[in-house]
């Protein structure tokens, strides 16, 4: 944590109120949203948040709601003797930076960690208590281990420029909060990264038409039929040019829906027996 939260006294020097990451990005940052070397994330925090949160209404609500949820929670401070109702950290939190409030801050803070599974505060000020508490992107910073494997430095990249944050002795620029993760040192495991191995199964539709032939459809070179959407399928999707099929509509669907010849499973006119293993029965597994 913030060495600030340490007691004893420092020496006051004269500090600048601004983010160290401003003069990457044209101003003042304030996120809503081996030795030496970068060490990167394992899945890209970009991608994450886009398909998870920007374009999964449930994901984005899921994350709206628990972050403004733990925002609203109220703060308690104290020491071994006493609770405190004025502190100067309870003034900085209360306004973070001239952008932000409390729960602004704390929405953004648990916003990330919801998304990346990492959350990473700046403390402007280079003695005592920080001026300032900035949230930064957690997608456009990255750990850079020392030769004891703790982190030396945080790089902050933005176009091709970045700005490193050392972490010496004194006042830590950076807090690092990250969730738990079983096999990597430095970053938190994402929540949405889990969801996303779930997500990645296929939703597959199937249609079958009666009495309807190939030269019926335009991505088939009908030239008297006009069929735009169903062309969009076939273009975005696999169109078979050499198969067979039954002149009936029963035994067609037996086939496609178990994948096999009349021969073996079609006994009864209109009807699938019941032991049978279709398409369906192995997406389920």
């Given at each position: 944590m913030f060495d600030f939260l340490k007691r004893g006294a420092r020496a006051q020097l004269p500090e600048k109120k601004a983010s160290a990451t401003g003069s990457l990005v044209g101003g003042r940052v304030v996120a809503f949203n081996t030795s030496g070397r970068v060490a990167w994330s394992a899945r890209d925090a970009?991608?994450?948040?886009?398909?998870?949160?920007?374009?999964n209404p449930m994901g984005f609500r899921a994350v709206k709601l628990i972050s403004e949820a733990a925002a609203a929670l109220?703060?308690?401070?104290?020491?071994?003797?006493?609770?405190?109702?004025?502190?100067?950290?309870?003034?900085?939190?209360?306004?973070?930076?001239?952008?932000?409030?409390?729960?602004?801050l704390l929405e953004a803070i648990y916003g990330h960690l919801l998304l990346s599974g990492n959350a990473y505060i700046e403390a402007v000020g280079q003695t005592g208590l920080p001026l300032e508490l900035h949230v930064l992107r957690s997608d456009r910073m990255a750990v850079v281990p020392g030769p004891d494997g703790w982190p030396m430095a945080y790089d902050y990249t933005v176009g091709g420029r970045a700005h490193r944050f050392a972490m010496g002795l004194g006042a830590q620029p950076i807090c690092h909060l990250k969730t738990f993760h079983p096999q990597d040192d430095h970053y938190g495991l994402s929540p949405l990264q889990a969801?996303?191995?779930?997500?990645?199964?296929?939703?597959?539709i199937v249609i079958m038409a009666d009495d309807l032939s190939h030269r019926n459809l335009g991505c088939y070179g009908a030239v008297n039929f006009e069929t735009p959407h169903l062309d969009k399928l076939a273009a975005g999707g696999m169109r078979f040019d050499h198969c067979y099929s039954m002149p009936l509509c029963t035994?067609?669907?037996?086939?496609?829906?178990?994948?096999?010849?009349?021969?073996?499973?079609f006994f009864r006119a209109s009807t699938l027996e019941a032991d049978q293993r279709t398409f369906g029965d192995v997406a389920k597994d």
């Open positions: 970009v991608s994450l948040a886009k398909t998870g949160f920007q374009a109220p703060l308690v401070l104290q020491d071994a003797n006493q609770r405190f109702e004025q502190h100067p950290i309870l003034t900085l939190i209360a306004r973070p930076n001239g952008a932000q409030g409390k729960a602004e969801a996303a191995a779930s997500s990645q199964k296929p939703n597959i035994p067609s669907r037996v086939a496609l829906m178990t994948g096999q010849h009349n021969g073996r499973n």
